[in-house]
């Protein structure tokens, strides 16, 4: 089965801080992950997607293929990175994506 | 700027009304989606469609149907509003082969 696990519903940090977002994926194909973003009051968007090993606002995440993880990580968290993060994964289906329930990320001052 | 608009930010009706959900895309993509966004169960498909006339259920389609006459336009209609079906509603859309889904606004529904 295609699953995709955020374990924590609700993370709360210091500005400064290191910020990791966790990420598990059951497929047992080759996946595509890409970490969605939502801050308040906006629509959802895509923050960055593995296959492009990118830096977005200072966010990385690596696909641990032995791990089934894609971490979302940030070294130093700024107070706008304060949002709702999805975790997501494209398996068998050229339409659908499997979402994980989201991270609710707060950065306090 | 690509876009996907959506016809109401708030709606607002009654337990058995007939609600009619608008979306529309302008960037000539194959695919779109009906989503359910409610806390701790993150995003939901209802439906999609991967070309006119054509539509697939997600994993909870129960008292909903949608439709989708033209390419840029799928509407999520609920036959019968139920207090249980207030929830915040998002659109996507994507391009076959690309996975990226660009979202629209959200519509938050309350059934009263």
């Known amino acids: 089965a295609q699953r995709v696990t955020q374990p924590e519903k609700l993370l709360s940090v210091f500005k400064g801080a290191p910020v990791e977002l966790k990420c598990n994926y059951s497929y047992s194909g080759s996946p595509e992950l890409f970490w969605y973003v939502q801050y308040s009051r906006q629509r959802l968007q895509l923050l960055l997607r593995h296959i492009s090993r990118e830096s977005i606002k200072g966010f990385t995440a690596d696909l641990n293929k032995g791990e089934t993880s894609f971490h979302l990580k940030k070294p130093f968290a700024q107070e706008e990175d304060s949002a709702m993060y999805y975790c997501a994964l494209s398996g068998d289906s050229n339409y659908q994506l499997i979402w994980g329930a989201g991270t609710k990320l707060i950065i306090k001052p | 700027d690509v876009k996907v608009t959506q016809s109401s930010r708030y709606l607002v009706k009654r337990t058995g009304e007939k609600v009619f959900l608008e979306c529309v895309q302008d960037?000539?993509?194959?695919?779109m989606f009906w989503y359910r966004q409610d806390p701790g169960l993150g995003l939901r498909l209802i439906y999609f469609?991967?070309?006119?006339?054509?539509?697939e259920k997600g994993d909870i389609p129960e008292g909903y149907s949608v439709s989708r006459e033209k390419k840029e336009r799928f509407s999520l209609i609920l036959e019968s509003a139920s207090t249980n079906q207030t929830s915040m509603y998002l659109c996507?859309?994507?391009?076959?082969?690309?996975?990226?889904?660009?979202f629209g606004p959200g519509t938050r529904l309350t059934v009263l």
């Open positions: 469609s991967y070309d006119v006339k054509m539509k």
């Open positions: 960037m000539d993509h194959e695919n």
């Open positions: 996507a859309s994507s391009q076959p082969g690309l996975n990226e889904q660009f």
